[in-house]
């Protein structure tokens, strides 16, 4: 999750039940959860702006038309479908049932297979490209690392990203600060553990970063829907989820009178290129 540090609100501005104080979700189920919400993800997740793409591209040494390209953890298919209209021949590979399902039904005409950043159902040395949205930090890089190697053919590159919170943003800081205090999230770290060492501890990989700052203007309830679609929301108790996005949606109002929302992304690149 890109999920989203301000002064405190003054004490009582917060309502909000805390969480019961419970074992906190597993690696696994946050994964896993986003199976459920797939419509819902597909309906509100932001996109990815052009200047991505053309960064991988520029990255990579080569264009995307006519490159043989795997999108690995397509979820429901938002980079994949971006990445085949910029003319690559794109395969998916998702490893979850209602994820995929959403897939099939929005985008039958690209071929998905079920499989994980583990182990790779695909060919040795098939690929010109490999690409991770969202996706990387539910593989463990020791062995999604030698995976993407082995599928990538000579001077082919490994491509990660993530749709991160503009946290220089008044209100998204704030609003940053409120996820943290209810859910124990911290947004900031979150952000600064999307880096070289992290997606590859190793080492093995020569990572280029590259950061690309974009916005979308949408209305308060479809911004919401968005957030909500996290794992995190996703994996708590429902009657404390819909307490909080309630409470932010009125502090949304705030900000935001008119209804629409404008969220600001940094979508982070970290792209590694195979020797030739």
């Given at each position: 999750m890109t999920t989203h540090p301000s002064a405190p609100h003054p004490a009582g501005a917060e309502t909000t039940p805390k969480p019961p104080t419970t074992e906190p979700p597993t690696r696994s189920a946050r994964a896993h959860s986003f199976n459920t919400a797939a419509a819902q993800y597909a309906a509100n997740r932001p996109s990815y702006p052009p200047a991505l793409f053309d960064a991988v591209e520029a990255l990579?040494?080569?264009?995307?038309?006519?490159?043989?390209?795997?999108?690995?953890?397509?979820g429901t298919g938002i980079a994949t479908a971006l990445l085949q209209a910029r003319g690559a021949n794109v395969i998916a590979v998702e490893p979850g049932d209602g994820m995929a399902a959403r897939f099939r039904s929005t985008l039958p005409a690209i071929p998905i297979i079920r499989g994980t950043g583990d182990d790779l159902p695909l060919a040795d040395a098939s690929l010109d490209l490999v690409t991770y949205a969202q996706a990387w930090h539910w593989t463990d890089p020791a062995r999604s690392v030698p995976e993407a190697l082995r599928v990538l053919r000579p001077g082919g590159a490994l491509a990660l990203?993530?749709?991160?919170?503009?946290?220089?943003?008044?209100?998204?800081?704030?609003?940053?600060?409120?996820?943290?205090?209810?859910?124990?999230?911290?947004?900031?770290?979150?952000?600064?553990?999307?880096?070289?060492?992290?997606?590859?501890?190793?080492?093995?990989?020569?990572?280029?970063?590259?950061?690309?700052?974009?916005?979308?203007?949408?209305?308060?309830?479809?911004?919401?829907?968005?957030?909500?679609?996290?794992?995190?929301?996703l994996v708590h108790d429902e009657e404390h989820t819909a307490a909080f996005l309630a409470e932010e949606r009125e502090h949304l109002l705030k900000t935001f009178p008119d209804g629409v929302v404008e969220e600001v992304y940094e979508v982070v690149l970290l792209l590694a290129k195979t020797p030739a």
């Open positions: 990579a040494g080569r264009p995307l038309p006519g490159s043989r390209v795997a999108d690995i953890g397509a990203w993530w749709n991160t919170d503009a946290l220089d943003v008044p209100w998204i800081a704030e609003a940053a600060a409120r996820t943290e205090r209810h859910f124990g999230i911290d947004v900031a770290a979150e952000k600064r553990n999307v880096n070289a060492r992290a997606a590859d501890p190793t080492g093995r990989l020569d990572f280029t970063r590259r950061t690309v700052r974009w916005s979308r203007r949408i209305p308060v309830d479809t911004h919401l829907a968005n957030i909500g679609s996290h794992s995190v929301f």
